[in-house]
């Protein structure tokens, strides 16, 4: 089971972080994703960090403002995202898989995700 949080309200420039906390399994185990959505559009790639080396991947929209990782200590994939834009609002689900990963930005490569939490960002 996966727990999101961290979503919320913020000006444009601020910041947030988005957790997601595996229950029952060892996060390091699993290769997690970020996805987000928005109504009435497919969910688009954000980033990932991959289970075998730590190595990460992120959208165009999210370098250089998007940081992943993993907290083992708590059990937690986090998204830090800096000087959010308006376009940046939407709905952030993270994904994860302890399978052989295809092509990650993928998100039928992943097998269980959280419940979602909302960020918007205002001009």
């Known amino acids: 089971q996966l727990d999101q949080s961290g979503g919320g309200l913020v000006h444009a420039g601020g910041a947030l972080t988005l957790s997601c906390v595996l229950s029952?399994?060892?996060?390091?185990?699993?290769?997690v994703g970020w996805f987000r959505q928005v109504q009435g559009k497919e969910r688009e790639f954000v980033a990932v960090i991959i289970r075998q080396n730590g190595a990460t991947l992120f959208s165009e929209f999210a370098q250089g403002r998007f940081a992943i990782s993993i907290d083992s200590a708590k059990n937690t994939g986090l998204l830090q995202m800096n000087n959010l834009r308006p376009e940046d609002s939407a709905l952030y689900y993270c994904?994860?898989?302890?399978?052989?990963?295809?092509?990650?930005?993928?998100?039928?490569?992943?097998?269980?995700w959280g419940q979602g939490t909302q960020v918007t960002v205002t001009s």
């Open positions: 029952g399994r060892t996060i390091s185990d699993y290769t």
């Open positions: 994904g994860v898989t302890d399978r052989h990963i295809g092509n990650p930005m993928e998100e039928d490569q992943y097998t269980d």
